[in-house]
């Protein structure tokens, strides 16, 4: 089974950087790959996504200031996010599947247990 850890979330003033981690265990770096994030009470929503062809997805609010990318020898993956605002603040999880579609949640059938960015103007 694929287990998926986020780390890296915090709090941090408007305009700050923060590098999210996910570290998994039993994970094929060729599946899709994927950030979310949720506020609660809204809808799920697609960060930035590697599909299994090796294409890059973004949301068209964190398009240049977000940046998606894995370290395959260490079955890791990261999401650098740069100048941060208010409405970047969610709990970030990261997603690993078989298939996927751009920034869609179907197909992704592993799940971390999300991790909180706090972003204070």
């Known amino acids: 089974q694929v287990q998926l850890v986020e780390s890296g979330g915090a709090s941090v003033q408007s305009g700050g950087s923060l590098r999210l981690s996910c570290a998994a265990t039993?994970?094929?770096?060729?599946?899709?790959k994927g950030w979310f994030r949720q506020i609660p009470g809204k809808e799920r929503e697609g960060v930035a996504a590697?599909?299994?062809?090796?294409?890059?997805y973004y949301a068209e609010s964190v398009k240049g200031r977000f940046t998606i990318s894995e370290d395959s020898d260490k079955n890791m993956l990261f999401l650098q996010m740069n100048s941060l605002k208010p409405e970047d603040t969610a709990m970030y999880y990261c997603?690993?599947?078989?298939?996927?579609?751009?920034?869609?949640?179907?197909?992704?059938?592993?799940w971390g247990q999300g991790t909180q960015v706090t972003v204070s103007s």
């Open positions: 590697i599909d299994t062809d090796g294409r890059i």
């Open positions: 039993g994970y094929t770096y060729g599946y899709c």
């Open positions: 997603a690993t599947g078989t298939w996927c579609l751009q920034l869609e949640s179907v197909g992704y059938q592993y």
